[in-house]
């Protein structure tokens, strides 16, 4: 099955610097990234997300980048705030149509603080 | 975005009663929907499948007994923890799928 680890478990910056969290996943047949955010005691929230067939995706301060062959995906926060301090999952699941979309693998999660 | 909804948010039960959350997809059908489970300052950990009109599908190492899963309507999912115990203290997080996933809100299950 799929396995995701996720680095680093703590991250803390200043406010107006850049965060970055990696993931690595295994099976290779896993070909959409999710990335959530999640606040104590609340729901995951997703925040941005990439398929296989794209390097990189952009959305504001936030992008992902993919590295299928090496079978590893990054989330970069630039220009970070203080909202923006949460705990961050990555996951990985295989394509929509399949019996396993949906189904995700999550990482161990990233505790981000932003300090002001 | 669509919604999925959990009742309830939170829920204290003594040791060895049963408790029983619901999933709701509350404007879309929903055929498969996924129970997670999340223990404090850890990731979000995959139980079951949960497939409208016929068995869930149990990941290894949860007990098929103990964590009772139906799936009875194309917007409904319960699960029930039976014979709670202490140890099954933990956040339940239940989540459906369309083009992407939406997770509900969660139950904190808090077995004393």
């Known amino acids: 099955g799929e396995n995701v680890e996720q680095h680093p478990s703590t991250l803390s910056v200043q406010e107006g610097d850049s965060a970055v969290i990696k993931c690595t996943y295994s099976d290779s047949a896993s070909n959409y990234f999710p990335w959530y955010k999640q606040e104590l005691g609340k729901r995951p929230q997703l925040i941005i997300d990439?398929?296989?067939?794209?390097g990189e995706k952009k959305d504001q301060r936030i992008a992902v980048t993919l590295n299928k062959t090496a079978k590893h995906f990054s989330l970069h926060i630039t220009e970070t705030q203080p909202e923006d301090s949460a705990v961050y999952f990555c996951?990985?699941?295989?394509?929509?149509?399949?019996?396993?979309?949906?189904?995700?693998?999550f990482g161990a999660g990233t505790q981000v603080v932003v300090t002001p | 975005g669509a919604v999925v909804s959990q009742h309830p948010s939170w829920v204290i039960c003594k040791s060895g009663t049963s408790v029983k959350i619901e999933c709701r997809s509350l404007d879309f059908q929903a055929t498969t929907m996924f129970w997670y489970r999340q223990f404090p300052k850890q990731s979000l950990m995959l139980m079951a499948t949960s497939n409208e009109g016929s068995k869930a599908t149990y990941e290894q190492g949860v007990e098929k007994d103990k964590f009772l899963i139906n799936h009875a309507s194309l917007t409904l999912s319960t699960l029930t923890v039976t014979s709670a115990h202490p140890e099954d203290s933990s956040f339940y997080i239940c989540?459906?799928?369309?083009?992407?996933?939406?997770f509900g809100q969660g139950t904190r299950l808090t077995v004393v």
């Open positions: 990439i398929r296989s067939n794209v």
């Open positions: 996951a990985a699941t295989r394509s929509f149509g399949t019996d396993s979309w949906g189904k995700f693998q």
């Open positions: 989540s459906a799928k369309r083009t992407e996933a939406f």
